[in-house]
């Protein structure tokens, strides 16, 4: 399955709330909002237990370029 993840403004933040989260968006729809806290924790959590892990080939598309950049540089 494959994610989509994007920084998000937290448009209602409350006092002590964060100004901004991470959105998951998995292909299937199901969304998600993480703290950047809570990302970290997880990112040490993988670097700790790497036995776990699935590996994964992550792949980029090239970037579009309008046919008028090709066509004038």
């Known amino acids: 399955m494959k994610a989509h993840i ?3 403004t937290n448009e209602d933040a409350k ?6 989260y991470q959105q998951v968006t998995l292909e299937d729809g199901t969304r998600f909002l993480f703290t950047s ?3 970290k924790t997880a ?3 993988a670097d700790n237990n790497t036995e776990d ?3 994964v080939e ?3 598309p090239p970037a579009r370029f309008p046919i008028f950049k090709k066509l004038f540089g």
């Open 58 to 60: 992550v792949f980029f």
């Open 6 to 8: 994007i920084e998000v």
């Open 15 to 20: 006092t002590s709330s964060n100004a901004s």
């Open 43 to 45: 990112k040490t959590r």
């Open 53 to 55: 892990l699935w590996p």
């Open 37 to 39: 806290s809570q990302l």
